[in-house]
């Protein structure tokens, strides 16, 4: 290629080693080639071997503990959790039912079963029994809010004696005594005194009767229903969503591995067999124990959807560009086997597959075909540039070994740089995947050449066409103007990094990191949609951080100090279930007894009604309105006035009929008959309800029921605090958002676990890990590329080439929207590994075209079998990855189609950067001088010209 610089004959067929048929690879081909069986025979026990171990050992694991590892404090921390407090990781039952009932009896069923002898569940919770708080529930009523109970309750206590013994006409008589006793105390000219709830009392009291009379089906709520605190008159001690759903938990025994999947297996099983007893009832399964078996079903079985797909994939592209089937597909079986051996291995360490080593087998058959592929795209060249019929033997696939184990050594050493990382999946991904590789490497050089030697035996006429030649006009291009090539694809590259980095209108960048876990799960599993449901429920949500304490006073300490700060929306321990200023309350509750002692009796005889007397008791009320309307007018407040006249008015609904027919009288004396009774029976349920609560005595944890207690007191005895972060202030899954309510915590209490520490620290973990394997893969690949060119200039060039290639990559994915996540963290590597060895080949080449003297112009890079094998073993990689891109799971399709378009960027980056660059170092070409220069010389489209002489000498090294 550089004509200032001519090299001697010798040095020009030996200094590109790989292409000399004497190296050490050619040696190593022809004796595969003429003992194949032995080579066959080696493959098929290992491959025999391996795929018994594997389906007999090899497991697949769920847990994201395994995951990440073990030997960090925060995950021990959270397995301790588990421990001791069990239901922080229990399986969610929600069951939606048309009646309360419904659901309280298929939630009593289902954990029937669930505590069942030889079930593999510790039991099940969804709430407390009524009787269980019996006595209790006032004492849990802030001190404030039950003084105002006491207070209500006695100002009312006249009113329900008078509807008590005198029914509807006694209690509108005693309101209308209410009004002239509120107009007496403030003077004739005053007005009412009564305020605006007073009115809407009368008012509502004034429309329930007139529905009465009308003989309503169902009665108005009575006006006393106000006075019985929330959660005393309707008290529920289960837990429901906001949308009215039962929420049941049941806890596995098993903390992880194949029991637990088992377990949830199982409750689905029991879920679907109380169906037909409850028609009407659905029942829906969440959690992370839910979660783990559902994501590792959508792995599973993508990861074989995906590996079936690139291996037909595979069959097709190879078919279609060597125009043949049983090359292709014999090529692929060593490609198989590989992936057999490692999984083989596996099954041995670490003895398992977790929710990234799952996809092992696609990413070995998307990488590891480079090296056979780049042996047959030799082949095809040295056989398309034969001018006559070969003899002997001669194993043209032994030509690129050394290029293509190069290139899987920088691509198994990149992998290996993930021993370096704190993430125990990460780390076992790249140590499975650089023994597929180097395996991959092994079965190419052992398959390759006797594949091509027995479908292209010597003596038969080359039919092929030239390598590469689709890539000439590229190869010109670049050898014309390589700096204009070199600025367009850096000015590209340049622009996808500015179009990433874009502020959006949040002041976010366009390309941005998305943590949640839940949005890489297929969003179709019910318990993906189930979990964001209950996350997005601030009554029932989990995502709480755990402060575990030793003693009571602790708890009241940190507990005070937690509320108190901005991100925290609560607090839940046991405090919140031994109520404090127990002694103040029960003097409280003890006043109220009092007071209900003297309203019960009214209720006791049997329910007095009559039409006569609520007219009576209307017109009473009338009059007296009408007098405090006249008051207020007459001091000049016609606005006070204005309700109560429309309250007068409203009473004429039950004012006497003269005209009235006998019949329709009694009509309506039985619907008023009868709403009495309805409002009678109500109100003494109400009162006796409150009565049995007046009989509180102080509340120890002794006296909690089981299941409550041991949501806060540990089997260690042990104390737990649940904060929940405030929705308003804190988002979780935001990195910023989520360190800023840690350390808010930590500041208080260093020790806190829980699901945003886990999710904190693997996100940390993951990123950190990535980061750091990626820097280390570059250094190992510096350092073979150094090794291997024994120059600066490729592993250089390398760099620029990755660099334009990351561009490119970050561009597109910004243009379509992408996010960044921690499973498409991984793509980065492998686009890493691919576009390194393609630059490893093509630099390989261009050493080669200038170590051989040309008398026709420049000789080719990419119009060669190394731009064929580039080519091709990138598409290779995007049909592989592309896959994985078809995938359900989320996390997994991203990191497919990442992975795709990266190599794709890397790829289209070594065609273009790594040809321009090596064209600019050396400079432009000129002619070598035609005499004394011994060796061989070529013309147009690299056809050897070699003198006779040599020519000769060189058939006899072949024949040997």
């Known amino acids: 290629m550089d004509g200032r610089r001519p090299l001697p004959y010798k040095r020009t067929m030996r200094g590109a080693g790989e292409d000399d048929e004497r190296g050490a690879w050619a040696r190593l081909a022809r004796r595969v080639v003429a003992r194949p069986g032995r080579a066959a025979a080696v493959l098929l026990v290992t491959g025999l071997a391996a795929l018994l171990l594997g389906r007999a050992r090899l497991v697949v694991s769920a847990d994201r503990t395994d995951l990440l590892g073990r030997q960090h404090a925060y995950a021990r921390s959270f397995g301790d959790l588990q421990d001791d407090f069990g239901d922080v990781d229990s399986i969610v039952v929600l069951v939606s039912a048309p009646a309360r009932e419904a659901a309280l009896g298929f939630a009593a069923d289902l954990a029937a079963a669930a505590a069942a002898p030889g079930a593999p569940f510790r039991g099940a919770f969804y709430g407390v029994p009524d009787e269980a708080l019996q006595g209790k529930a006032l004492l849990f009523l802030d001190l404030a809010d039950l003084e105002e109970v006491e207070r209500r309750l006695t100002a009312a206590a006249g009113a329900l004696v008078a509807f008590g013994e005198g029914g509807a006409g006694g209690l509108l008589e005693h309101a209308a005594a209410r009004v002239r006793a509120l107009v007496a105390a403030a003077g004739a000219d005053a007005g009412p005194e009564a305020g605006p709830d007073d009115l809407a009392l009368l008012a509502g009291l004034v429309d329930a009767l007139s529905e009465g009379l009308a003989g309503g089906a169902a009665p108005r709520g009575p006006p006393w229903r106000e006075l019985i605190p929330a959660g005393i008159a309707d008290r529920d001690g289960y837990v429901w969503t906001r949308d009215g759903r039962l929420v049941l938990l049941v806890e ?82 060593g490609l198989v086997w590989a992936v057999v051996v490692t999984l083989g291995v596996a099954a041995l360490w670490p003895g398992h597959l977790n929710l990234v080593t799952v996809v092992v087998g696609a990413l070995i058959l998307g990488i590891g075909a480079d090296g056979a592929l780049h042996l047959v795209a030799r082949h095809a060249e040295a056989r398309a540039a034969e001018r006559r019929p070969a003899r002997g033997r001669r194993p043209r696939a032994g030509r690129g070994g050394r290029r293509a184990a190069a290139a899987a050594l920088t691509m198994i050493l990149a992998f290996l740089a993930t021993l370096f990382t704190e993430v125990e999946g990460v780390r076992e991904l790249g140590v499975l995947a650089g023994l597929g590789l180097g395996l991959c490497l092994a079965a190419s050089l052992a398959l390759v050449p006797p594949l091509v030697a027995w479908a292209d035996p010597p003596g038969r006429p080359p039919r092929h066409r030239p390598a590469g030649w689709r890539l000439a006009r590229l190869d010109a291009l670049v050898e014309r103007r390589p700096a204009a090539v070199l600025l367009a694809a850096t000015g590209l590259a340049a622009a996808g990094v500015a179009l990433a980095l874009t502020p959006q209108p949040d002041g976010r960048p366009r390309l941005r990191y998305e943590p949640n876990l839940l949005r890489l799960q297929a969003q179709s599993l019910e318990s993906v949609r189930l979990a964001s449901e209950l996350l997005a429920d601030e009554g029932v949500t989990g995502m709480f951080a755990a402060v575990v304490v030793e003693d009571l006073p602790s708890l009241v300490r940190v507990e005070a100090a937690v509320s108190d700060l901005p991100t925290v929306a609560r607090a839940e321990s046991l405090l919140d279930v031994v109520p404090p200023d127990q002694e103040e309350k029960l003097a409280v509750v003890r006043r109220l007894a009092a007071t209900l002692a003297r309203v019960a009796p009214a209720l006791a005889g049997p329910p007095p009604h009559g039409l006569a007397a609520a007219e009576r008791g209307a017109e009473a009320l009338q009059a007296a309105l009408e007098e405090a309307a006249r008051g207020a007018l007459a001091a000049g407040r016609a606005p006070e006035a204005s309700p109560v006249l429309r309250l007068q008015e409203r009473l004429e609904a039950l004012a006497p009929r003269p005209a009235e027919p006998p019949a329709a009288r009694a009509r309506r004396a039985a619907a008023l008959g009868a709403w009495e009774a309805a409002w009678r029976a109500d109100l003494r349920a109400a009162l006796e309800r409150l009565e049995a609560e007046c009989a509180a005595r102080p509340v120890t944890v002794d006296d909690l029921p089981a299941e409550v207690r041991a949501r806060f007191v540990g089997k260690t005895g042990r104390l737990l605090l649940r904060v929940y972060p405030a929705p308003g202030e804190v988002d979780v899954w935001a990195r910023a958002g989520r360190e800023r309510f840690l350390s808010d915590l930590r500041r208080v209490v260093p020790d806190v676990g829980g699901f945003p520490v886990q999710l904190h620290e693997s996100d940390r973990l993951l990123t950190a890990g990535v980061r750091r394997a990626g820097l280390l893969a570059v250094a190992f690949a510096a350092l073979v590329l150094l090794a291997h060119f024994r120059s600066p200039l490729v592993p250089l060039v390398a760099a620029a080439t990755l660099l334009v290639g990351a561009g490119l990559a970050l561009g597109v994915l910004a243009l379509l929207g992408a996010e960044l996540n921690p499973a498409n963290l991984l793509a980065a590597p492998l686009a890493l590994g691919v576009g390194v060895g393609q630059v490893i080949h093509l630099a390989r080449r261009e050493r080669e075209a200038r170590a051989v003297a040309s008398v026709g112009g420049p000789q080719p890079v990419l119009g060669t079998s190394a731009g064929r094998g580039v080519v091709l073993s990138g598409l290779a990689a995007l049909v592989a990855f592309g896959a994985l891109g078809l995938a359900d799971h989320r996390g997994l399709a991203t990191l497919g189609r990442s992975a795709c378009l990266g190599a794709a960027a890397c790829m289209a980056a070594a065609l273009v950067v790594t040809p321009a660059l090596l064209r600019l170092r050396a400079g432009p070409w000129r002619a070598p001088p035609r005499e004394g220069l011994r060796g061989p010389k070529t013309g147009p489209g690299g056809a050897p010209r070699r003198p006779p002489e040599e020519e000769a000498e060189v058939e006899e090294d072949e024949d040997e």
């Open 252 to 333: 596995p025994r098993a903390r992880a591995g194949p029991e637990r999947l088992a377990a949830v297996e199982a409750l689905r099983a029991l879920v679907d067999a109380r169906r037909a007893a409850w028609p009407g009832v659905t029942a829906g399964l969440t959690g992370n124990p839910v979660l783990e078996a559902d994501e590792l079903a959508t792995f599973v079985h993508d990861a074989r959807r995906a590996t079936v797909a690139a291996l037909l994939g595979l069959v097709v592209l190879l078919a279609a560009s060597l125009r043949r089937v049983v090359i292709p597909l014999l090529v692929l079986l």
